[in-house]
């Protein structure tokens, strides 16, 4: 299995407008382009009704700068006014009809980025996932992509209209007076270099909101997952200040960013209202001096300020392009990350595994913590049918064995083999069909209980379902429900008893017809009666098929064809329920004597 290959969110580099950021970022443009036929008469449309603003300065400034009579004066306003109407007229609908066109094509790539981030990030391995918070991850989803859209659909336009009015503007006023424009842009620089040095702060400050806002969205997360364990604490007022805490350590960036931006918004209006006023004062001297004409001057005064406008929108639009741009480049991170890697070399078998399972001088340790051996030299063979328990202290390495098996995560060394065949060489969606797991903590999705048993198998029949059910001594209870198997089920199941959750993942097994059943301490935490039926469904489902069952109730595995006795990742034992008894030194029978104690 490939490792995850970037860094931590936490550790991310900050996102830098550099041509090499920028060109990690543009595959965003790569969707849109699959909706050209409506991106790119939006951006043209944004282009002409640019152009078409420049009308107004240009024509009120004729109109005020002429020298004519009141009769001429009322009859050229109203040229103007109807010539105006008719370009706001156009212009409205061409924005109509753009902002249509990109809000479309916009929300349909967006929508495709969201199943394609969805689809990658489902398909990562365990070790990314146990090491992030899902809070985390599922905001990047949420958040980032929904900043992403806005700066699509609203932002990008808007950036390129203020270039179009900065540049369309520029070369007017050159055209107007050379002279003139040159003292315009004389003043530019120093607000240029003001904005490059601010920008880059902002930048930081803003990443840095955003990672602790996503911080806060996990305390929620993990919260509201967790809600019975806080009630059972009276934890509200510990989680409520955690919460409080986190959002205030977000408004203290937050207002730093507010604080910053301000600061750039003042000096902006401060140094183009001066730069304006000193083009003002400079264009006097020019007018008297002749070499300029009243209806150019006062034409020049009114497109420097639209140019002055445009320039000062500019800031604040890059800014939300730079935290977009931040916003991408975490998805990036997650796209990035190498997914599981189906490195098989052989076909799929034909048919279903026989369910022969051998460990091979395996040696395990979690990538997080690569010096501690979960498991060390672990050999072991299990027959097609055979029930086979894995005993031991917790930590002794009995649920990595099945997290292997599974290939969440691969050996360090040695090889695990299913049917004599190597698991990383056979197809890995091949391989985790010939299983299935029944897990201490079943985790059920928020839908029907019908959904969740067809999750073993989505493509069974309405018959397939009721007799795995009925094989689970899940029936009745479904049944009794008003809706039967429509009913939902709740977050995470919980409008299910722990019994009845566990025999509704029993029938999804059942349904699955796995050749390898694996069993985690499926029913530690039940009721006598509740154990009862677990158990009882379990046998069936156990008969004929080779099963893997963890345990740390030992009378639960008396009846099992070979005990594995697991302690710090080794296997100290091994044998038959009555032979490790007898075993008077042995970690089987101190367990055993421990329970009956």
Known sequence: MARSSSAN???????????????????????????????????????????MSMAFPVLMGQLIGESMSDDAVLERANQIAMTLLGILSVQSCITFVRMQLLGRAGDRAVAEIRRDAYDHLIRLPMNFFSERRVGEVSSRLASDLSMIRDTLC????????????????????????????????ACLPAVLLFIAAFGFRIRGTSREAQDLLAASNVIVDETLHGIAGVKAFSNETYETERYRSAIQRYL??????????????????????????????????????????????????????????AFGALPELVTEIQKAVGATDRLREILDEVPEGDDSTEAAPS?????????????????????????????????????????????????????????????????????????RKVPLSWLRRQMALVPQEVLLFGGTIRENILYGRPDATDQEVRDAARRANAAQFIEGFPEAYETV???????????????????????????????????SSLDSESERLVQEALDDLMRDRTSLIIAHRLSTVRDADLILVLNEGRIVQMGKHEALIEEKDGLYRMLAQLQLT
């Open 489 to 523: 089920v709740g977050e995470r199941g919980i409008k299910l008893s722990g019994g009845q959750r566990q025999r509704i993942a029993i029938a999804r097994a059942i349904l699955a017809n796995p050749a390898v059943l694996l069993l985690d301490e499926a029913t």
């Open 351 to 423: 048919a279903p595994a026989a369910g022969n399972v051998e460990f091979q001088d395996v040696l395990f340790a979690y990538p997080s913590r690569p010096d501690v051996r979960v498991l060390d030299g672990v050999n072991f063979q299990i027959a097609s049918g055979q029930r086979v328990a894995l005993v031991g202290p917790s930590g002794a390495g009995k649920s990595t064995v099945i997290s292997l098996l599974l290939r969440f995560f691969d050996p360090v060394s040695g090889e695990i083999r299913i049917d004599g065949k190597d698991t």
């Open 154 to 185: 609203s932002t990008t336009p808007q950036f390129l209209r203020q270039c179009v009015l900065l540049t369309v503007g520029l070369v007017y006023l050159f055209i107007l007076s050379a002279k003139l424009a040159l003292v315009l842009l």
């Open 252 to 309: 203290d960036v937050a207002f730093k960013l507010v604080n910053g931006r301000a600061v750039l918004v003042a000096f902006i209006i401060f140094a183009l209202m001066g730069a304006i006023t000193l083009v003002v004062w400079f264009g006097a001297r020019l007018l008297v001096s002749g070499e300029i004409s009243r209806p150019d001057f006062t034409q020049f005064a009114f497109v420097s300020a639209f140019v002055a406008g």
């Open 9 to 51: 969110f936490d550790n991310a580099p900050k996102a830098k407008l550099s041509k090499e950021l920028l060109q990690r970022n543009l595959w965003i443009f790569g969707y849109l382009s699959r909706y050209k036929i409506m991106f790119v008469p939006a951006m043209i449309a944004v282009l002409a009704t640019s152009a």
